[in-house]
Nanobody, 123 residues
């Protein structure tokens, strides 16, 4: 199976920045897509960003567009989420996910998930 490991979460003040990393192993990622999702306590998991590994096709949730950037390093099989201008409502556990094929915004269409990394944004 594909193994995904997130890192880079932490505590940051509103307006600050964090970069999350998702390292994949177990299979080649040449035909995969990666997504970032988040879940705050008491809320459903929601889509954040996604990128196709090969084509670079990218999707962003409206509430992060212009602030977050998803990128990839093909050689390292790693996906990043650069988060700028963070807001308290961005506080959540962030998960990376992977699937074969193209990027999608629907969490049910992803097959592999990381363990999550906590992001806390203080006021």
């Amino acid at each position: 199976q594909v193994q995904l490991v997130e890192s880079g979460g932490g505590l940051v003040q509103a307006g600050g920045s964090l970069t999350l990393s998702c390292a994949g192993s177990g299979r080649t990622f040449s035909n995969y897509a990666a997504g970032w999702f988040r879940r705050a306590p008491g809320k459903e998991r929601e889509f954040v960003a996604a990128k196709s590994w090969r084509s670079g096709t990218t999707y962003y949730a409206d509430f992060v567009k212009g602030r977050f950037t998803i990128s990839k390093d093909n050689a390292q099989s790693t996906v990043y989420l650069q988060m700028n201008t963070l807001k308290p409502e961005d506080s959540a556990v962030y998960y990376c996910a992977a699937r074969s094929g193209t990027a999608t915004t629907k969490d049910r269409e992803y097959d592999y998930w990381g363990q999550g990394t906590q992001v806390t944004v203080s006021s």
